[in-house]
């Protein structure tokens, strides 16, 4: 393997870790505040739809990332609303709202647009076209480093600076500030936190908000970025693909982004079996096989926030 | 949604015994508005229904567990005959042709064997060659890709008429064939397929074929994004992307339909396979695309149809040995 091969599937592997990270991400706010989120692949779905469309409809690529953010938000309020407000089942709401994200999508899709389920598709400004970062070309022609610069890391769409931005910004919220002191506290101690006088219900509907938002953004991403327009199913697992990350990223904002990249990673070698002669279904196994290696112990210890999946209950 | 479909399908069977022996059309999950397979079918029936101001009963398949109930209702309601697009049908006709005798079923892309039931399968390895061939001459680079969907032997079949095409053209020509996954998701994940794509043209490819139905709409983007030239499969895609889709390799799901239903209920059984000759596969040559397509692809084309109804070309079709000779798969 060259050189050239290598660098080409490193800018594969950030493409396709993106929507990962992204989901991670928004999984790590969710369940660190004690809320389990099975639903990311939903959310993701809704939001990828709704990008695809308004792009359509507006020729903006930004108005239909709010969008996204906008049907993102509503599935993660649904979440909320059933499993904070009213305590419900946290893996069965995620379950059920991925079940009516992958049916209204396509139902929604043909009525309004009559191609089968996919919204039409986009070019031009209804699209996050690549950026070139500044010096890409002069920096071209320095050994080694200079093609890494200006093939990998430049020449992507703005949400995948903007998604590698999360990951410092997520690190600082939870570790660096009171309200991360607290969502994390809601996720290991709810009753601890409720006696100090902070509203558990509050905090967890916030975290569940900022998954909503991540989730948009990832929505967003596969739909009018990597793609130009919506398709049926076209998440195609990468919610889950997502969790069994942010296991292995032992929740925390750092590893989320070597897990993702990881998991990104493999996929991008599954595509050339020129370069690497594993069977493709071994490399699409490996994901989930780190995760299996993770949670038994093997690779350092995973523990889960301690409320997590638990509906929190004031003590009368 | 289901329950909604569920009830529209029992309104349909309560209507169907006013009208006797009109034909019925079920659409498999992809829906009727496909813009491929489905929409081909239902576009056939249209134009029997306008022809001879017929009637017929349409069904589209929500989930995997309507498939009977949708085929049992339709033959008890006395429609026939009763066309099914897509070889998922295959296990449930088994059982459901021998239940009515009198009534006419046909399948399309599967062969059930029944008296009853016509099987109509397309000779893909036919069309998809002209596309390999048109391909081959295409490319600058003399590398050549094919992505398929699930990796099945239907769609082996497409990469394997595909690949003998390209080596007719360009001797040298090296065929690149990638898959998008091993599960029915395969069919339905754009992103991996544009990626995929991306990899092939990484490997020196500049036309890639894909046999992948809506996974197939990530590669076409891709490889108009990249500025090479690409190939449409069932329908005609050559204006997803005008000017950037060499061809597409069509199926003609339409006549099919379309003769059944005027055949009606007097259609005979038995297997029918629509190649080349019987203009059942052919590749799109429309405005689109005119630009691509030089006079000497045309003559090529047109020079290898002829001597594939001669047979004098012999194309191998993968299903019969399950091996092909030229892509090393």
Not at chain 1, 144 to 149: A, C, D, E
Request: glycine share 12%; aromatic share 8%; hydrophobic share 50%.
């Amino acid at each position: 393997m060259d050189y050239a091969t290598l660098l080409q599937i490193l800018d594969s592997t950030v493409r396709l870790a993106v929507p990962l990270l992204l989901a991670c991400l928004a999984g790590l706010w969710s369940e660190r505040a004690g809320v389990f989120d099975i639903g990311l692949e939903g959310k993701m779905l809704v939001a990828a739809f709704a990008s695809g469309a308004v792009a359509f409809l507006t020729g903006s690529a930004w108005a239909g990332l709010l969008a996204g953010i906008g049907a993102a938000l509503v599935w993660a309020l649904l979440h909320g609303l059933a499993s904070i407000t009213f305590r419900g089942n946290q893996l069965i709401s995620g379950v059920a709202l991925n079940f009516l994200a992958s049916g209204i999508t396509v139902l929604v899709a043909q009525t309004a647009f009559q191609q089968g389920g996919r919204t039409p598709s986009l070019s031009g400004e209804a699209r996050f076209n690549e950026l070139t970062l500044p010096l890409a070309e002069t920096a071209r022609g320095v050994p080694v480093i200079g093609p890494l610069y200006a093939d990998v890391i430049s020449g992507h769409p703005i949400l995948t600076y903007l998604a590698v931005l999360a990951v410092p910004l997520t690190w600082w919220v939870l570790y660096r500030t009171r309200f991360g002191l607290r969502l994390r506290a809601v996720g290991e101690n709810p009753a601890a936190v409720d006696t100090a006088g902070v509203s558990v219900a509050r905090m967890r509907f916030s975290a569940v908000l900022i998954t909503g938002v991540l989730c948009g953004i990832a929505g967003a991403y596969l739909a009018t970025a990597l793609q130009a327009g919506f398709g049926r199913e076209m998440t195609a697992g990468r919610g889950y693909i997502a969790l069994a990350a942010l296991i292995f990223a032992k929740w925390r904002p750092w590893g989320a982004l070597w897990a993702t990249l990881l998991f990104g990673f493999f996929q991008a070698i599954a595509l050339r079996p020129d370069v690497v002669p594993i069977p493709v279904p071994a490399l699409e196994a490996l994901p989930y096989v780190l995760t299996v290696l993770v949670l038994a112990g093997f690779v350092g210890k995973a523990i889960p926030p301690r409320a997590g999946g638990e509906p929190y209950v004031k003590e009368r | 949604m289901t329950l909604k479909a569920v009830l529209g399908a029992t309104a349909l069977a309560l209507t169907a015994t006013t009208a006797m022996a009109d034909p019925a059309l079920i659409f498999d999950l992809g829906g009727k508005f496909d813009k491929s397979f489905n929409e081909a079918a239902y576009t056939g029936a249209q134009r029997w229904a306008e022809e001879t101001g017929g009637k017929y009963r349409e069904i589209e398949m929500q989930s995997e567990a309507q498939r009977e109930q949708a085929l049992r209702r339709l033959a008890q309601s006395g429609s026939n005959p009763i066309v099914m697009t897509g070889f998922s049908f295959s296990d449930v006709l088994t059982q459901v042709a021998a239940d009515y005798p009198d009534t006419k079923f046909v399948i399309i892309d599967s062969v059930v064997e029944a008296p009853n039931v016509r099987s109509v399968v397309f000779s893909e390895e036919e069309g998809s060659y002209l596309a390999g061939l048109m391909a081959g001459m295409a490319s600058k680079t003399g590398t050549v890709g094919f992505i398929g969907g699930m990796d099945i032997p239907l769609i082996r079949k497409f990469g394997c008429g595909y690949a003998q095409g390209a080596v007719a053209a360009n001797p040298q020509a090296k065929v690149l064939v990638s898959w998008t996954g091993s599960t029915p998701a395969a069919w339905n994940d754009p992103v991996r397929g544009g990626e995929l794509a991306r990899a092939q043209i990484g490997q020196g490819a500049d036309v890639i074929y894909h046999g992948a139905g809506g996974t197939g709409i990530g590669i076409l983007q891709a490889a108009a994004d990249e500025g090479i030239l690409s190939i449409g499969v069932d329908s005609n895609q050559n204006m997803l992307h005008p000017g950037q889709v060499l061809t597409s390799m069509v199926k003609s799901v339409d006549v099919a339909v379309e003769d059944a239903f005027k055949q009606g209920e007097a259609m005979e059984g038995g297997t029918v396979t629509l190649g080349l000759a019987q203009q059942g596969v052919v590749v799109a040559m429309d405005e689109n695309n005119a630009a691509l397509v030089t006079p000497e692809m045309k003559a090529a084309v047109e020079d290898a149809t002829q001597k594939i109804i001669a047979g004098e070309i012999a194309v191998h079709d993968y299903m019969t040995d399950d091996t092909c000779p030229v892509a090393g798969f």
